[in-house]
């Protein structure tokens, strides 16, 4: 009796454990790309790197699954792959909430909310009065090494009165501060976004407390710069060099609300010249323009105080352009997965490059390898393999008017193309049969991206999926598209296929990622 009995506890305790695997699955949360433990989260705030530890804040509402109520939610992490939750970091206090802006390290100490022998780190965030829609800048700090953060007691530190003058709706929409030290002029530099106003403007402060406006950067000031696009948001800005030179530019990169290939949000990045005042755009190639030309890259941010023994520029944005439509029940909102950020001249043309951060292959498995093998229509490969956490390598060449086609999340009626066609060099992905496509209008559809023409027959394709995203990146990286998608659990399959001419396959790689 006693065995009949542990055996039918243990069956229980396998249907409970299989139904809560079950009820997980069903709620898409992804394997190996960060979301709140529960309710809401939107673009990545704050990022920086503190001794070894990456430091993740992120818009969050820890009350609801919907925006409102926001706040800095905080996260860190050893490798920028297992994330630890912790308490909110900067809260709704006041009536006031916490809207999205920029860490730093006060390395020298110069707002004196530190000591010399323990330096300060800042956070810069855009105060949000709910009552009365004000939108002015403040400031915390930290002296423990980014636990626990202190609001400054002279907040705020610019003020809708000082910035009535520089903002058309009299400080209801100046926003998302990014703030740095510069150290050719000795100061302090913030750059603020003015949403609907499609500029930014810049702030200079010698102890990061009193601040004084410098310049705008409209969009009539940059040469060719599409007057579609609106909508600024949630600047970024910092140093790369040019692969392969020896010369260096400065990089501003923002969120507008309208205008991007994908429709909606999308984060497009200008090179310029800065003199601590004032940028100067380099003229715009709109075949350049965009980081990403999928639908979720949203608020993409970069880290700071990254080491320069590491050497890498790492962004990373949230992956929702649908508000709380997305048919998820405990949690919204992810952030991308980490990926690097280059800047090189591909031919004729300068342009960005990303690619995922290397510490993706510390925790994957090699499912398939193919190696110098050509593929001919009616032909498939990889149908054998099953997995809805991946990381996907191919190396190929295909014939003139051929196209190569990657389904990821396949099974039944669903399936996710991934598509490369060699006629135009153009990549795209395929959502009009990913899975739920129901819960918003722009949440199917085909989104596309060119990749740059070299002196190589060799294409590169990466594909990241994991449970409800794919992030596509073709070429050098110079062409990704990053998407939501929401499958059904059983589909996992896989499928590579070319259509309308022959694929020679120089290696084909496809790795489990488990965390």
């Not at 992804?30 to 809401?40: G, L």
């Not at 193919?370 to 032909?379: E, R, S, W």
């Amino acid at each position: 009796m006693i065995s009949l009995r542990i055996a039918l506890a243990i069956n229980a305790l396998s249907y409970i454990c299989a139904l809560v695997e079950l009820a997980v699955a069903d709620d898409y949360r992804p394997t190996f790309h960060f979301c709140p433990a529960e309710n809401w989260m939107n673009e990545p705030n704050g990022l920086i790197k503190i001794d070894s530890t990456w430091h993740l804040f992120y818009q969050a509402d820890p009350t609801a699954n919907v925006w409102g109520n926001e706040c800095w939610g905080h996260a860190t992490s050893s490798d920028l792959l297992h994330w630890d939750h912790l308490p909110v970091a900067i809260p709704v206090e006041n009536g006031i909430e916490s809207f999205t802006g920029t860490s730093y390290y006060d390395a020298n100490n110069t707002s004196r909310l530190g000591t010399s022998t323990n330096p300060p780190y800042l956070a810069f965030f855009t105060g949000y009065t709910s009552s009365n829609g004000t939108q002015d800048q403040r400031l915390a700090y930290s002296t423990d090494l980014g636990t626990t953060w202190l609001k400054f007691s002279g907040n705020p530190i610019i003020s809708a009165a000082l910035e009535a003058p520089h903002d058309v709706t009299g400080g209801l929409e100046s926003r998302d501060p990014k703030v740095f030290f510069h150290e050719p002029s000795g100061k302090w530099v913030m750059v603020l976004a003015h949403g609907g106003q499609d500029k930014l403007t810049f702030w200079t402060s010698l102890d990061a407390k009193s601040w004084t406006w410098m310049s705008d950067l409209l969009a009539s000031q940059i040469e060719g710069f599409p007057s579609s696009i609106t909508g600024w948001e949630v600047p970024d800005m910092f140093q790369l060099p040019i692969q392969g030179t020896n010369e260096t530019t400065w990089v501003i990169i923002f969120t507008p609300a309208q205008g991007s290939p994908a429709g909606g949000n999308g984060v497009v990045a200008l090179t310029g010249s800065f003199d601590g005042e004032t940028f100067l755009a380099d003229p715009v190639d709109s075949s350049t323009l965009w980081l990403d030309y999928g639908r979720d890259f949203d608020g993409a941010m970069s880290w700071e105080n990254v080491p320069a023994s590491d050497g890498r520029l790492i962004i990373a944005a949230v992956m929702n352009s649908y508000g709380s439509n997305p048919p998820t029940n405990t949690w919204k909102g992810m952030l991308s997965f980490p990926r690097t950020l280059t800047l090189e001249k591909i031919g004729s043309k300068q342009y960005f490059l990303q690619q995922p951060i290397a510490e993706l292959s510390t925790v994957d498995s090699t499912l398939a390898s193919i190696q110098n093998q050509t593929i001919a229509p009616k032909q498939t490969l990889l149908s054998s393999i099953h997995g809805s956490s991946l990381d996907v390598r191919i190396a190929f060449s295909v014939d003139s008017g051929a196209t190569l086609s990657l389904a990821v999340r396949k099974g039944g009626s669903e399936q996710t193309v991934i598509r490369y066609s060699q006629s135009n060099s153009t990549l795209s992905v395929d959502r009009t049969a990913s899975g739920d496509i129901s819960y918003d209008p722009a949440a199917g559809g085909i989104h596309s991206a060119q990749l740059a023409r070299d002196n190589t027959e060799l294409v590169y394709l990466r594909v990241l999926v994991d449970t409800c995203s794919v992030e596509v990146f073709g070429g050098q990286g110079e062409a990704v598209i990053s998407d939501l998608i929401f499958p059904s659990n059983s589909s996992d399959g896989l499928s590579l296929e070319v259509i309308g001419g022959t694929a020679t396959l120089q290696s084909v790689e496809v790795f489990s990622v488990s965390l």
